[in-house]
């Protein structure tokens, strides 16, 4: 079956532009997390929605960032005004549920690069 | 601040030997753990998970986690130049659903 898709695989942006990020999770998975990955460095939570529950968004690092899931699969990561700093991997993962023992799927990222 | 800490490495092991993967953890209310396995430019994918003390085997691989010492390790018997890549530790915070903690990775390097 299919994966966790991400679009677009890369962007180059300037920086003060805005970006959106899609996630298009594994059919049937309830649990959708956004990271970032910096160069060289873990993975940063940045935020999880389960089902039709508030989103978790306190790894958001400003309020430059949002996210939005619609009908409860599709998901769309916004960064406004970008900064270099933003210069990232950000990766989607989804899950059957968000219990503690739910396995994440990861997609393939998006390579942001602000100029 | 909840933390999971890894050595950044490279570790280097000749092919054939063992690995020795380990991760530290600050939550004590933590309980899933969780090995990802990322090579250069790629995503993470699961390797192991592992929710109770001691050891559990998969393969070559071997999840150890001991909560007392809030320590889990990832041994990997027989390394292969394809073992070759980053290995993450990843823990859930505590009554956060299935929020993960990342460490920063280790760097494995399986020399033929």
């Known amino acids: 079956g299919a994966g966790v898709s991400q679009s677009p695989s890369n962007k180059v942006t300037e920086k003060g532009k805005d970006v959106e990020l899609r996630c298009d999770p594994i059919?049937?998975?309830?649990?959708l997390y956004w990271y970032r990955q910096s160069l060289g460095q873990g993975l940063e939570f940045l935020i999880y929605?389960?089902?039709?529950?508030?989103?978790?968004k306190s790894g958001l690092p400003s309020d430059r960032f949002s996210a939005e899931r619609t009908g409860g699969s599709v998901s769309t990561l916004t960064i406004q005004r970008t900064q270099q700093e933003d210069s990232a991997v950000y990766l989607c993962?989804?899950?059957?549920?968000?219990?503690?023992?739910?396995?994440?799927?990861f997609g393939p990222g998006t390579r942001l690069l602000v100029l | 601040q909840k933390e999971v800490e890894q050595n950044s490495g490279p570790l280097s092991v000749p092919e054939g030997a063992i690995a020795s993967l380990n991760c530290t953890y600050s939550?004590?209310?933590?309980?899933?753990f969780f090995w990802y396995r990322q090579y250069s430019g790629k995503s993470p994918e699961l390797i192991m998970f592992?929710?109770?003390?001691g050891d559990k085997e998969d393969g070559r691989f071997t999840a150890q986690l001991n909560k007392a010492s809030q320590y889990v390790s990832l041994l990997i018997r027989d390394s292969q130049p394809s073992d070759s890549a980053t290995y993450l530790c990843?823990?859930?915070?505590?009554?956060?659903?299935?929020?993960?903690?990342f460490g920063q990775g280790t760097e494995l390097s399986v020399k033929p």
């Open positions: 993962a989804s899950s059957l549920a968000s219990g503690i023992q739910e396995t994440q799927y």
């Open positions: 059919s049937g998975h309830t649990a």
């Open positions: 990843a823990v859930n915070e505590a009554n956060q659903g299935g929020k993960l903690i």
């Open positions: 592992i929710y109770s003390n």
């Open positions: 939550d004590r209310g933590s309980q899933s």
């Open positions: 929605f389960q089902g039709n529950s508030a989103p978790d």
